[in-house]
């Protein structure tokens, strides 16, 4: 026998199976395409690590702000302690001074009455020294004298225990000193007693 006659029905159904099996297989390669993109842009590890990075930024500037305050916060302590130590060494003597001021009045008091005296000029002259000598130590120490004679009252200094009227001197100066002030390093220890002058 020769050769048999190809069924033109199969060899069509032959074909479209083998377009079928291609199409298919190219179709699933395209789809695993897709899914391998879809996955790469959607990596949740990446995104957490994104996250992670943000949230220690934040924490790092948290951190840093903080440390800032406290250094500052321990600058200001420290400020404020050595200016307690200087006030502390200025002002350590002004209980004794305090104690010592009606001893200088008693000295002075002598003074004024050792002159008026006869034949007492060499005791005057004694308690002057001593007088003179007692008041430089103090002034070493940090002490001035508030003696304001003429001077402006000064309610901050002086202590008005009377006002009385005076044509020959300016209103509201100081006419007498009844008892000096002293200061301590510029801070008032005992206020000056004075006369002011009455204004019109």
Known sequence: MGNEPVNESESEKQGDELQNDEGGESGQSSGEQEVHSDAQQADPEQSSEVVD????????????????????????????????????????VEKLLGDLLPVLDSLEKAEE???????AASMAEGISLSLKLFVGILEKAGVAVVHPIGE????????AMAMVPNPDAEPNS????????????????????VIVVKGE
């Open 53 to 92: 990075t943000g949230e220690q930024a934040d924490e790092l500037a948290k951190v840093k702000d903080q440390l800032l305050r406290t250094i500052a916060e321990m600058e200001n302590v420290r400020r404020r302690s050595q200016r307690d130590v200087e006030n502390a060494h200025k002002f350590a």
């Open 113 to 119: 009455v050792a002159k008026a005296t006869d034949n």
């Open 152 to 159: 402006p009252f000064d309610p901050q200094l002086h202590e």
């Open 174 to 193: 100081v006419m007498d000193v009844m008892q000096r002030g002293y200061t301590l390093n510029g801070r008032l220890v005992r206020a000056a007693k």
